[in-house]
């Protein structure tokens, strides 16, 4: 069968055909954007947090404005917690997965001039509070710690030398060429007097808490420094119990939160208490809903488009019964058929989608001018074409085995 | 003749059925996914305030200069104390309210009835013209409350329900905290969403939910040190402890509103502010030119991306879509009404002129399309009602289906279909008789 008859079918009936090659157009277009679309907000879900998840309680929003926590208050704290029965561990922490409240940003600079924006989470031991995978080097030195805290104590790192780091993988794969990272240096390009870090350990993963930039490889970006938490007046704390103890540790640790800082927060102000799992919950709740609508979408373009498909090439073979038993009666077989009007089908569509190709973009662009979307990856495109492609073939497969099923017989009489 | 035509087209439907599904199917898709995205912009887009939003500004004024965290230099959405007494005492608006969200524990005089926390805001009387606070009792307190700061309180109707069992409360003391309170006025039912007035971060001020429990003066709440439910922005170096040095800080953490009712109170206030900070500047307190903003009510929801960009996307994909089962049923309807050529030509034979051909098909057409629309209507109803499962409660609430909505959807399908028929109809007009008479 030569492309060339192809053709002049579709040029002398060009109506059925032009409208099926305009509707997959804009469905590609569709299709390309709203798929992306679903990626950005699955990204984030889907990123392995590195954290002990189901042994974590996490405690916020404790804050101050007025008068910072004492260095006192903020071990007494801790000592309390410790002290539930079920806890294993508990730190002070500034900056930890899920919460939202206190970001760090911190620019590093490896030896290969990659420049990456990290979160960071200070806290004594927090690899071992977090649950964290060491897969290179080191934990923190007890003799490394120094204090911080926000509007309260903040000590320098003055000790002449890098301050310790511990990074991701993915962070030791991005900044050093070779991916060997361990014992190497990363500096500040923001801070020109910066004495630099020093890599000390690898975790294998740890989420950072800026959820909306956990999107293209990104989510990994977390470094720990060595801080524990002194005189601040924002104060969170991060909490491991034991699994099977975790709901009667939540109701202890509430009333040890209430019990020492109850009477230290000003009217209005509640600290949240709440386990990992149940943040995780309520971090993802727009992202769920955007996703539900999204997919929503998505499912509506394939059904319109399959449906479409079907009943316009249905039309078109049932005009054409005719021909097609003439050409069964010179010899074609009901494979020729098929394979006749699955070609035809994939002609248009192709058309059709690189004619959505182009819309995609432009229309990406344009959503981009007007929102603050991403920018659709080139790579994108072709995802768009081949589930276009598909399902231009499963909807042609319908009409295109009645039309193999046409008796030559048809040829010889009249309409 | 109408009712001929539509037993034409109802016998004509009857004749394909499967050709008939497909258009309503398709009809009832790509309408309902644009009302159900609509349904949902409507509630989030929808005007907190209607016919007063346009006039209502809020100022904004960069006081941290270098220090601003904000990429653009975009000044803070709210005010050091500083300012915002400057501002009250410039009176350069006609009605201005400073505003900042407070919470207090109230203390029943029913000793039996245990202590509750309620939240409201400390604000100047003009607050209540401002932002249309109706009055089921009293009024707001008098501008000599809000110069000497008393005890007056405003509360919500539900807070005088829980307290007085709805009955006129005006003159009654409450407790708050360890202070008392007197009753001046209890507000109607008022709670425009989204909370735009409220203070604070962008976060809070697309914030939706239950109605302010009390309002209390300005003046009053300051002097009491009644601390901010918000909580405040405070340069990273603020060494300050205690409530005098807030009121000294650059620390941002009071909203401010004026009601400018024309565009020329609007450009005199613009005007008033810049040189506002220009005076500041002269005086040294800022060491950066002026940087300030005034916007109304719609100019800061659209700054602060009250509607989540996804809905917004969502709607202009929802478009597409339609549009896509627009070519599917122009396709389609070409071949239900292609397939009745002999059945024109007879009736072109007949003595029928093409508008009565025409006529006959667009009708059959609008039939098509009010069935899709019955059929849009139910999901549509599907997708508002999962939307609530998706949504944070708070905002699926606002999301609801009402007559106007109803009605739209039906409009929408038949006046879609219609349009995508006006072709097929054309072609079906365009039948030469003899050709169809001569073939059989």
Same mark, same amino acid.
């Given at each position: ?97 899920? %919460?939202?409240?206190? @970001?760090?940003?911190? !620019? &590093?600079?490896?030896?290969?001039? /990659?420049?990456?924006?990290?979160? +960071?989470? *200070? ?117 491991? %119990?034991?699994?099977? @103890?975790?709901?009667? !540790? &939540?109701?202890?640790?509430?009333? /040890?939160?209430?019990?020492?800082? +109850?009477? *230290? ?151 | ?440």
């Amino acid at each position: 069968m030569s492309i060339r008859i192809l053709f002049s079918t579709l040029r002398r009936h060009s109506m059925m055909p032009a409208l099926v090659l305009l509707q997959v157009a804009v469905a590609c277009a569709i299709l390309c954007n709203v798929l992306f679309l679903v990626w950005q907000q699955l990204q984030p879900m889907l990123a392995p947090s590195g954290v002990a998840g189901n042994q974590l309680i996490l405690v916020d929003r404790l804050a101050s404005p007025q008068r910072a926590f004492t260095t006192a208050e903020v071990r007494g704290g801790e000592v309390a917690l410790r002290e539930v029965p079920g806890v294993r561990a508990a730190t002070a922490a500034f900056g930890l997965p899920m %919460v939202r409240g206190n @970001l760090m940003d911190i !620019a &590093l600079q490896g030896p290969t001039g /990659v420049k990456v924006g990290v979160n +960071g989470y *200070l806290g004594a031991g927090l690899i071992d509070v977090l649950g964290l995978q060491l897969v290179a080097g080191r934990d923190f030195l007890p003799s490394e710690y120094r204090d911080f805290g926000i509007g309260g104590t903040h000590e320098k790192w003055s000790a002449g030398g890098p301050q310790p780091i511990i990074i991701t993988q993915a962070l030791a794969k991005r900044l050093f060429a070779n991916g060997r990272a361990l014992g190497r240096l990363l500096t500040d390009p923001s801070d020109k007097n910066d004495l630099g870090y020093q890599v000390v350990g690898i975790v294998r993963h740890l989420l950072r808490n800026q959820l909306g930039l956990a999107t293209n490889g990104r989510a990994d970006d977390t470094v720990l420094l060595a801080r524990r938490i002194a005189s601040t007046s924002t104060l969170s704390y991060a909490v491991r %119990v034991e699994p099977t @103890l975790r709901e009667a !540790a &939540l109701r202890s640790v509430r009333k /040890v939160i209430q019990q020492h800082f +109850g009477a *230290l927060l000003p009217t209005g102000i509640t600290a949240r208490v709440s386990t990992y799992r149940s943040r995780r919950e309520a971090v993802f709740k727009s992202q769920r809903a955007a996703l539900g609508l999204f997919a929503g979408i998505t499912l509506a373009v394939v059904a319109v488009t399959v449906i479409g498909i079907m009943g316009l090439t249905g039309f078109w073979v049932q005009k054409r019964t005719r021909q097609i038993g003439i050409r069964r009666a010179l010899g074609a077989r009901r494979a020729d058929i098929l394979r006749y009007f699955l070609a035809e089908n994939a002609l248009i569509v192709s058309i059709g989608v690189a004619i959505g190709m182009l819309l995609a973009y432009l229309g990406n662009a344009l959503l981009m001018h007007y929102y603050e979307l991403a920018r659709l990856p080139w790579s994108w495109l072709p995802i768009g074409a081949v589930v276009m492609l598909l399902l231009g073939q499963l909807a042609v497969l319908g009409p295109a085995l009645r039309a193999a099923a046409v008796p030559p017989v048809v040829a010889t009489r009249s309409v | 003749m109408f009712g001929y035509y539509f037993e034409l087209a109802v016998r004509s439907l009857r004749r394909s059925p499967v050709l008939t599904i497909l258009v309503v199917v398709l009809i009832g898709t790509g309408v309902a996914s644009s009302m159900v995205t609509f349904a949902a912009l409507r509630a989030m887009s929808a005007d907190p305030m209607p016919g007063k939003s346009a006039q209502l500004y809020r100022p904004q004024i960069d006081n941290w200069g270098p220090a601003n965290p904000d990429a653009h230099r975009e000044p803070p959405l709210t005010l050091s104390y500083i300012d915002a007494e400057a501002l009250l005492h410039a009176h350069a608006a006609p009605r201005q309210t400073a505003l900042y969200q407070v919470a207090f524990s109230l203390v029943p005089a029913d000793a039996t009835r245990a202590p509750f926390a309620v939240k409201g805001y400390a604000v100047t009387t003009d607050f209540f013209a401002m932002f249309n606070v109706p009055m089921a009792y009293g009024a707001g307190w008098s501008a000599s409350d809000d110069d000497k700061g008393t005890d007056a309180l405003v509360i919500s109707r539900r807070l005088n329900d829980r307290l007085f069992g709805g009955t006129d409360s005006v003159g009654r003391e409450i407790r708050l905290d360890n202070h008392d309170y007197r009753v001046v006025g209890v507000a109607g039912d008022w709670n425009p969403q989204p909370r735009f007035y409220a203070t604070g971060s962008i976060h809070v001020t697309t914030d939706h939910g239950d109605a302010p429990d009390v309002f209390l003066p300005f003046t009053h709440a300051v002097e009491q040190q009644v601390a901010t439910a918000w909580g405040n922005y405070c340069r990273p170096d603020y060494k300050g402890t205690g409530w005098d040095a807030l009121l000294h800080s650059e620390c941002v953490w009071v909203a401010f509103w004026v009601d400018l009712p024309t565009p020329a109170d609007a450009r005199h206030y613009a005007s008033f502010l810049h040189n506002y900070a220009a005076a500041q500047q002269r005086m040294g307190r800022f060491s950066w030119p002026p940087n300030v903003r005034l916007r109304n009510v719609p100019q800061l929801l659209a700054y602060v991306h009250a509607v989540p960009e996804q809905v917004r996307v969502s709607f202009l994909l929802a478009l597409g879509l339609q549009l896509v089962c627009l070519v599917n049923v122009i396709g389609l309807l070409l071949a239900k009404f292609m397939r009745r050529s002999p059945e024109i030509g007879v009736r072109r034979a007949l003595g029928a002129s093409r508008r009565a051909i025409g006529l006959q098909f667009l009708i059959e057409a609008a039939m098509v399309g009010a069935v899709g629309g019955l059929l849009g209507l139910l999901l549509t109803g599907i997708g508002v009602y999962g939307m609530g499962a998706l949504f944070t409660s708070k905002i699926a609430r606002l999301v609801h289906i009402d007559a106007g909505l109803l009605g739209l959807t039906m409009l929408v399908s038949m006046v879609a279909t219609v349009l995508a028929a006006l072709y097929p109809t054309w072609r079906a007009a365009q039948v030469q008789p003899a050709w169809q008479l001569k073939s059989n």
